[in-house]
């Protein structure tokens, strides 16, 4: 029967300290090493491919986003026109000090502001999705939030609709993550790159 070789002993002093006591010769076992600089561990053609596929959904997901935020604010925006009359006509009730005229170029003011800002938006969401560049998502995330908070103002209007709120919102976040999921991807193919150097 071998004998077990006596390990380290740990003493706890009077004042709460503690102290490591060990056999002689005793040697510290070495730490392992890190997983992601052992080379046989890490398959990155393996994980690249789940990445890409990974990043096809999401961004599959965030054009179903976009589509449904455009089809929203279309809707929308082809109510206004519909009522515009009536649009103006609740305006002058909540402002009667303002005239008719005023309160008509006023509610054309937002309503080009909202198409222009629309256009800006979608535009620039698609070429987030097809050029998948971090910087892009995040001035994306930038637009986005500039419209979701430029949608309080409308309220003063009778402007202000919480899906298209909600929606301006949720591509907010949906970018960051999507900003933030490729400077990760970046990182990794750095990392790959510097672990297994092309010959």
């Known amino acids: 029967m071998e004998k077990k070789r006596p390990g380290p002993v740990f003493v706890q002093n009077p004042d709460g300290s503690i102290a490591q006591g060990v056999p002689p ?32 959904r999401h961004e599959a997901v965030f054009l179903a986003l976009m589509l449904t935020h455009l089809l929203a604010v279309c809707t929308f925006q082809y109510i206004e026109l519909q009522y515009e009359d009536d649009a103006v006509l609740e305006l002058s009730l909540i402002y009667p000090d303002l005239a008719e005229s005023t309160l008509r170029s006023l509610h054309w003011l937002a309503f080009v502001g909202e198409a222009s800002y629309s256009i800006a938006f979608f535009g620039l969401g698609v070429v987030c999705a097809c050029l998948a560049k971090p910087a892009l998502y995040a001035r994306f995330a930038l637009v986005a939030l500039i419209g979701t908070l430029g949608q309080l103002p409308m309220a003063y209007l009778n402007r202000f609709n919480l899906l298209v709120f909600f929606l301006r919102f949720l591509s907010y976040a949906y970018a960051r993550f999507l900003c933030n999921l490729l400077r990760t991807i970046d990182t990794l193919r750095g990392d790959a790159l510097v672990i297994n150097p092309d010959p």
């Open 25 to 56: 010769g005793f040697q510290e076992p070495h730490a392992p090493d890190t997983p992601r600089f052992g080379g046989a561990d890490m398959n990155f053609n393996t994980l690249s491919a789940d990445i890409v596929r990974v990043l096809a």
